[in-house]
């Protein structure tokens, strides 16, 4: 089953507002990552964090990998239309070689 | 650089019936993943390849689901007989890294299947 828990699982927001989504387990993980999937896409990586602590920024996104290795966030800021999307956070359990995927976060922005 | 290529985009069959799905990963990535994702799900892994040999398949449904990988690049994922909890996005992604792994993958568009 799911081992990651990914909140909120929907958020509608003004453009220009900041976001913050976050994703959680009882696991430990050596590697998180965010993707975005727009309609009819493919997921497409946006932001790897591979150690406890680290703080990742890709222009007005940025990501950290929390210090108890068992949960990340990501922030935007200053949202636009383009940003609309689902949003998955991804992980690498200590130990495996597997990546897994939250349930996704999806992004609706009010003009 | 191209991309992930997948075939066919969309595919309509009737349960119990077979569907085979294609994938051609970026030129020169050793790892390929199957992923399926259901509507409304993030996506699960079926089975990954290193080169032509089978990493992980602990999640696919063996009975209905097979996967190859020949010559370690081109994939097909066939799934005989298909079931209507089959309907899904079946994503085909690739990833340059060969041994324990980076999480960066390169996702095709994906294969919609439809089981009526």
């Known amino acids: 089953g799911q081992q990651l828990n990914q909140s909120p699982q929907s958020m509608f927001i003004q453009e220009g507002e900041d976001v913050s989504m976050n994703c959680t387990s009882s696991?430990?993980?050596?590697?998180w990552l965010w993707y975005k999937q727009d309609p009819g896409e493919g997921p497409v990586l946006l932001i790897a964090?591979?150690?406890?602590?680290e703080l990742t920024s890709n222009g007005r996104l940025t990501a950290q990998f929390g210090i108890t290795r068992k949960d990340s966030f990501l922030n935007i800021s200053a949202s636009i239309p383009s940003d609309v999307g689902i949003y998955f956070c991804?992980?690498?359990?200590?130990?495996?070689?597997?990546?897994?995927f939250g349930q996704g976060t999806r992004l609706t922005i009010n003009p | 650089e191209a991309g992930v290529a997948q075939s066919p985009r969309y595919k309509i069959i009737e349960k119990r019936q077979s569907v085979a799905f294609w994938c051609n990963p970026i030129s020169g990535h050793a790892t390929l993943y199957w992923y399926q994702q259901i509507l409304g799900q993030g996506p699960k892994l079926l089975i990954q390849?290193?080169?032509?040999?089978?990493?992980?398949d602990s999640q696919l449904p063996k009975d209905r689901f097979s996967a190859e990988r020949l010559k370690g690049v081109d994939s097909t994922l066939k799934i005989q007989p298909a079931k209507l909890e089959d309907s899904a996005v079946y994503l085909c992604?690739?990833?340059?890294?060969?041994?324990?792994?980076?999480?960066?993958?390169?996702f095709g568009e994906g294969s919609r299947l439809t089981v009526l």
């Open positions: 992604a690739s990833s340059l890294v060969a041994d324990r792994g980076t999480g960066e993958l390169f």
């Open positions: 696991s430990i993980f050596n590697t």
């Open positions: 390849f290193q080169n032509n040999g089978v990493v992980d």
């Open positions: 991804a992980g690498i359990i200590q130990g495996a070689q597997k990546l897994v």
């Open positions: 964090l591979y150690k406890a602590g």
